[in-house]
């Protein structure tokens, strides 16, 4: 079992000058190689992928609509996963996910995804 809490959320203006980092802490058995991914889930939306990383940290992978704003890193030494966020939209506005795969692969749907955080609020006004 792991458990995942993130943490970071909040709400920042739309633009180039405000950014937030989220960042998620697992525990429990961290030892397994483990790919850790963020995703999200608008009001009226289904849940998608933002960005993902793979144990060995030499590959991420980022949905089209943050590509280049948003970056994902990890300090495995610390169990703990970040998303920077930068350049923020309104339609970044979710609450966001931190999750956690059995594999050193990459898994882009949220079914392949076995724990879950409780997420964490980031609302981006105009």
């Known amino acids: 079992q792991v458990q995942l809490v993130e ?10 000058g405000d950014s937030l980092r989220l ?8 030892s397994s190689p483990y790919l850790m991914g963020w995703f999200r889930k608008a009001p009226g939306k289904e849940r998608e992928f933002v960005a993902a ?8 992978y980022y949905s089209d609509s943050v590509k280049g704003r948003f970056t994902i890193s990890r300090d495995n030494a610390k169990n703990t996963v970040y998303l920077q966020m930068n350049s923020l939209k309104p ?3 979710a609450v966001y996910y931190c999750a956690a795969a059995p594999t050193s692969g990459i898994r882009f749907n949220s079914t392949q995804y076995d724990y879950w955080g409780q997420g964490t609020q ?3 006004s105009s």
């Open 7 to 16: 943490s970071g959320g909040g709400l920042a203006q739309a633009g180039d």
């Open 23 to 30: 960042s998620c802490a697992a525990s429990g058995r961290t």
């Open 53 to 60: 990383i793979t144990w060995s940290v030499d590959r991420t």
């Open 91 to 93: 339609e970044d506005t």
């Open 122 to 124: 980031v609302t981006v």
